[in-house]
């Protein structure tokens, strides 16, 4: 079992939709989870990260962690084309990430 | 955040060459650094972990005498890769760390290594 699983898409939706990405993990030692965007070749950027359980927001984005199923959600609201790119979460620990394969997001004008 | 900055962002070499990459910190001191590999619709795989004056730490199934690391300043961390294969081709991304939490990580824009 990956520690970090998330289904890798592609997910397309309209723009103005509300889009939803996923990951579970398998440790529950970390506490610290984030959510990455990556544009085509090029390095991924912190778009969130949550400590322990909870909602947190930022603008059109909302990221949750349910530590009792060990689930971690972007919502992403008024979705844009700009926002087209690879999600990815990642569980931190002792300075190291721990990256699942990443959802490609499609958002079609 | 902090900015980073990789060279080259592709190159192709020939089997059996060398290659090395470099990653610039442009605007913090980086003591600790750390290099990925990303194969095509993969995640990122920490390969190491580089410390500036110090050896890197190498995570488990990465060759060392193959991914040569330097972190000979804290602005700047090298990686070689020796007796490049094709199965080598990748992209390689360096990140820096610039504080206590795990998110503090800042990315570089990556490089991609086509070996012929």
């Known amino acids: 079992q990956k520690e970090v699983e998330q289904d890798p898409g592609p997910l397309s939706v309209p723009e103005g939709a509300i889009v939803s990405l996923n990951c579970t993990y398998s440790?529950?030692?970390?506490?610290?989870f984030m959510w990455y965007r990556q544009y085509s070749r090029k390095g991924p950027e912190l778009l969130m990260y949550t400590y322990s359980s909870g909602n947190k927001e930022d603008g059109r984005f909302t990221a949750q962690v349910d530590k009792s199923s060990k689930y971690i959600s972007l919502f992403i609201r008024d979705s844009q084309p700009s926002d087209s790119a690879t999600y990815l979460c990642?569980?931190?620990?002792?300075?190291?990430?721990?990256f699942g394969t990443g959802t490609r997001l499609l958002v079609s004008p | 955040g902090a900015v980073v900055s990789q060279h080259p962002s592709w190159v192709i070499c020939k089997s059996g060459t060398s290659v090395k990459i470099e990653c610039r910190s442009l605007d913090f001191q980086a003591t600790t650094m750390f290099w990925y590999r990303q194969f095509p619709k993969q995640s990122l795989m920490l390969m190491a972990t580089?410390?500036?004056?110090?050896?890197?730490?190498?995570e488990q199934g990465v060759e060392k005498d193959k991914f040569l690391i330097n972190h000979a300043s804290l602005t700047l961390s090298t990686l070689t890769v020796t007796s490049a294969h094709p199965e080598d081709s990748s992209f390689y991304i360096c990140?820096?760390?610039?504080?206590?939490?795990?998110?503090?990580?800042?990315f570089g824009p990556g490089t991609r290594l086509t070996v012929t």
């Open positions: 580089s410390n500036e004056g110090s050896k890197a730490t190498y």
């Open positions: 990140s820096l760390f610039s504080g206590a939490e795990s998110y503090e990580q800042y």
């Open positions: 440790n529950s030692a970390f506490q610290y």
């Open positions: 990642a569980r931190g620990g002792f300075q190291k990430l721990v």
